[in-house]
């Protein structure tokens, strides 16, 4: 039985599909498998994948339907053995030393539910953008400089602010079952979710070095009821955090306050359905029960800069027509 599990969910992304690959068969740990599904994709992909069908590490799964990759990569697990598992994205990359250390990190603490590396993210050919310890530094500055195994429920209080996981890492197969896997029914920031539960219960390992490659593509976030969608998983992984931790003291201000705020543009906008803010303001109740008050205040500050620019473009008219 291999010791680690390695999955990759693929729909549609051919023209880095080969490159993904390749970056696992490279690898320097070798005792690993890697089982490739094809998520209904509709390009060559399946062309792609069967070049490497004869290596023995490699499985493949075939679906003539796309489906939430969430769904399979919790199915993907399931049919797979190793002690460790990885879920890959297919457009991502790696270093050849990334199992490698990675898994000496799970293997010398067992305490640790979770390993992952620094990662540079990079666009859609490849060219790196920066470094995601740029991200996380105002949390914590100098932690992710050096390699660290640390408190998981510590870790979660940055998790509060922003998913310092960017990109997958590896992690114990009885942690990742016993939290749940993914949660189906949540197509944003599952993962965010997934790797709260596993800190909660489990030890958090870090590689300084950069051995993850994510790619960021353009405008992937670019319409306004998917950023509301967006939004409702993040409080959910908030609110599923404040259930089992306390929150620092600059939460509120950092974290909360701005979000609210954030919301009510969304909601301005009128592009968000009613039962999704319904959602969002239900979430957002439970975290705190002085929302209302904030809303209002909110709401004031935003309208009183709308009749403010309202009453500025109001004058110029006016100062134009008097010229006339």
């Known amino acids: 039985m291999p010791k680690v599990s390695v999955v990759i969910i693929n729909y549609n992304y051919s023209q880095y599909l080969d490159e993904r690959i390749q970056s696992f068969l490279g690898q320097t740990y070798r005792d690993f498998e890697l089982l490739i599904i094809d998520n209904g994709s509709t390009d060559n992909s399946v062309d792609v994948i069967q070049q490497y069908t004869?290596?023995?590490?490699?499985s493949v799964k075939y679906y003539d339907e796309n489906d939430s990759p969430l769904k399979r990569w919790n199915e993907g697990v399931e049919s797979t053995q190793g002690e460790y598992v990885m879920i890959a994205a297919s457009d991502d990359s790696c270093d050849p030393r990334l199992l490698e250390r990675l898994v000496e990190k799970l293997d010398n603490h067992p305490s640790v539910g979770f390993a992952y590396s620094q990662s540079w993210e990079i666009d859609d050919r490849g060219n790196r953008l920066y470094l995601s310890k740029q991200?996380?530094?105002?949390?914590?500055p100098g932690l992710w400089d050096t390699d660290f195994v640390a408190s998981g429920r510590e870790?979660?209080?940055?998790?509060?602010?922003?998913?310092?996981?960017?990109?997958?890492?590896?992690?114990r197969r009885s942690v990742f079952?016993?939290?749940?896997?993914?949660?189906t029914q949540l197509p944003y920031e599952a993962d965010w979710l997934l790797w709260s539960k596993?800190?909660?219960?489990?030890d958090l390992a870090y590689v300084?070095?950069?051995?993850?490659?994510?790619?960021t593509h353009a405008n992937s976030l670019g319409k306004v009821v998917k950023n509301a969608s967006v939004l409702e998983g993040r409080l959910i992984v908030i609110h599923y955090l404040l259930s089992n931790i306390e929150p620092p003291e600059h939460f509120w201000e950092i974290v909360y306050v701005p979000i609210i705020a954030y919301w009510t543009r969304?909601?301005?906008s009128g592009q968000v359905p009613l039962n999704k803010n319904l959602r969002i303001y239900g979430l957002l109740r439970v975290i705190d029960p002085h929302v209302n008050y904030r809303l209002v205040e909110n709401l004031y500050r935003v309208s009183t800069k709308k009749l403010a620019l309202l009453y500025k473009i109001f004058s110029k008219k006016q100062e134009v027509s008097t010229l006339k």
């Open 54 to 58: 004869k290596d023995p590490r490699v």
């Open 135 to 140: 991200l996380m530094d105002h949390l914590h």
């Open 155 to 171: 870790m979660c209080q940055h998790m509060l602010f922003l998913n310092i996981i960017r990109f997958s890492g590896i992690a």
């Open 177 to 183: 079952v016993s939290a749940g896997k993914f949660d």
């Open 198 to 202: 596993i800190l909660l219960v489990s």
């Open 208 to 215: 300084a070095e950069p051995l993850t490659f994510g790619r």
């Open 266 to 268: 969304l909601m301005l």
